[in-house]
Nanobody, 123 residues
């Protein structure tokens, strides 16, 4: 069974910081694109950041470049997303996700496994 569990969300002021965590289990892939998505009320779910496990290459959507940092701790099976210089438009439910086997795309259609989400609210 594949399970993803996000944590670390909460409320923050504009300009503040948060760190989101995602623990995972049951996924047997070796090289794949770990990803964070977010969805604000009334908007489509969008990719925010991704990390390729083959060489740790990272990717970010334009709106968060320079402010968010994706990383992982292999020993803890944990994926992180550090949110710095938060803006009110960052308010959303944040999800970590794993792709369908043998895929390398970075849209929600490429992802099969999702966590329950953790809410980030920026005032």
């Amino acid at each position: 069974h594949v399970q993803l569990v996000e944590s670390g969300g909460g409320s923050a002021q504009a300009g503040g910081s948060l760190r989101l965590s995602c623990t995972r289990s049951g996924y047997t892939g070796s090289r794949y694109l770990l990803a964070w998505f977010r969805q604000a009320p009334g908007k489509e779910r969008e990719a925010v950041a991704a990390l390729y496990t083959g060489d740790t290459t990272t990717f970010y959507v334009d709106s968060v470049k320079g402010r968010f940092t994706i990383s992982r701790d292999n020993a803890k099976n944990t994926l992180y997303l550090r949110l710095d210089s938060l803006k009110t438009e960052d308010t959303a439910m944040y999800y970590c996700a794993l792709p369908f086997p043998m895929t390398m795309g970075w849209t929600q259609l490429h992802y099969k496994y999702w966590g329950q989400g953790t809410q980030v609210t920026v005032s």
